[in-house]
């Protein structure tokens, strides 16, 4: 279940507000949240510690950090390009397996 059913609208990407990657696991944007509000205290940065407080309400939700994900991708570009940072590796099994498959029709 979603916790946070108004969440903000920042006018910059709350994962660099908090400072982590795209494939940032949430405890890593725990910690890096943490870093941030010791380093922008509400009693002497509040503007800047309410921007934090907010990145860091959209970045703990897994569904609006999905979503997020998903329109930062340039609609209009070639499909190749949603792999680009993915690894590739590819499994060559050799005829067998084929052969194999084609013997038990």
């Known amino acids: 279940m979603t916790k946070y ?29 943490l870093n941030k509000i010791k380093e922008y205290p509400p009693e002497t940065f509040p503007a800047e510690f309410e921007r934090i407080r907010d990145a860091y309400a959209i970045l703990s939700d897994a569904r ?12 209009e570009a070639p499909l190749e390009t949603l792999l680009d940072n993915q690894k590739q590796t590819r499994h060559f099994v050799g005829p067998d397996a084929w052969l194999a498959a084609i013997r038990e029709r």
């Open 5 to 33: 059913y108004n969440l903000p609208v920042l006018d910059k990407n709350p994962q660099t507000i908090i400072g982590v990657t795209p494939d940032a696991t949430p405890e890593e944007i725990r910690a890096a949240y």
């Open 64 to 75: 609006y950090r999905s979503r997020l994900m998903l329109q930062s991708i340039n609609p």
